[in-house]
Structures are given as structure tokens and as C-alpha cells.
């Protein structure tokens, strides 16, 4: 079994800042991408950044420059360094890791729960 689990959501003034952070546990052998996603209500589910195992780093333009991912592979790990924050940045984050499992003989794609992230103007 294997379980993603955020934390680090909350509301916040636009201009402030936000860290999220996710954890990744159970039977890893390996992880590949480990990113952040987001759903605003009425509006689909959207990448907000993506890292690489070797930590190549992809991210939607409307964050560039403001949001920052990065990850601990020794546990891990992936957070979302939020700066600037807009109320356009209001939405649910979900952390996703495409993760190998101990004994499986493929990777399979797991999310979490989901936090809130509510940016007032």
C-alpha cells in the first residue's frame, strides 16, 4: 500500500505565502515524477509543477516566477514553495507521484487527498 499525504494548506492574503508539503509512504522501490496539481471550483484539474527523479523541473506559466517544487528523495518528499499569491491561485492542491512499489513489476500513479489553498484580495 502505498499513501500520499499533503499538508500545509490554509488561507491566506494575496501577496503572502504558502508551503506544501507531501509525503510519500509504503512499499517504494522507486519514484519517478512527483508533481502538484490543482482544482479550482467548475474548473478541471490543472498541472501546477512537475519534478523529475533527476530533478528537471516544468511548470505552468501563470506560477512561473512565483511558485517553487522540489523534492527529497531520501524521504520522499515534495513541497510547493508558494510566493505572491493570487486569489486566482485559490483551488484544492493535489499531490501525484508516479511511484513503483516493492514486488510490482510496473509504476502506477497515485494522488492524494487534496488540500485548500484560499487566497483573499
Known amino acids: 500500500q502505498v499513501q500520499l499525504v499533503e499538508s500545509g494548506g490554509g488561507l491566506v492574503q494575496a501577496g503572502g505565502s504558502l508551503r506544501l508539503s507531501c509525503a510519500a509512504s509504503g512499499s517504494i522501490l522507486s519514484i519517478n515524477n512527483m508533481a502538484w496539481y490543482r482544482q479550482a471550483p467548475g474548473k478541471q484539474r490543472e498541472l501546477v509543477a512537475v519534478i523529475t527523479g533527476s530533478g528537471r523541473i516544468d511548470s505552468r506559466d501563470s506560477v512561473k516566477g512565483r511558485f517553487t517544487i522540489s523534492r527529497d528523495n531520501a524521504k520522499n518528499t515534495v513541497d510547493l514553495q508558494m510566493n505572491s499569491l493570487k486569489p486566482e491561485d485559490t483551488a484544492v492542491y493535489y499531490c501525484?507521484?508516479?511511484?513503483?512499489?516493492?514486488?510490482?513489476?510496473?509504476?502506477?500513479?497515485?494522488w492524494g487527498q487534496g488540500t485548500q489553498v484560499t487566497v483573499s484580495s
Open positions: 501525484n507521484a508516479v511511484i513503483t512499489r516493492v514486488g510490482s513489476l510496473g509504476s502506477f500513479t497515485y
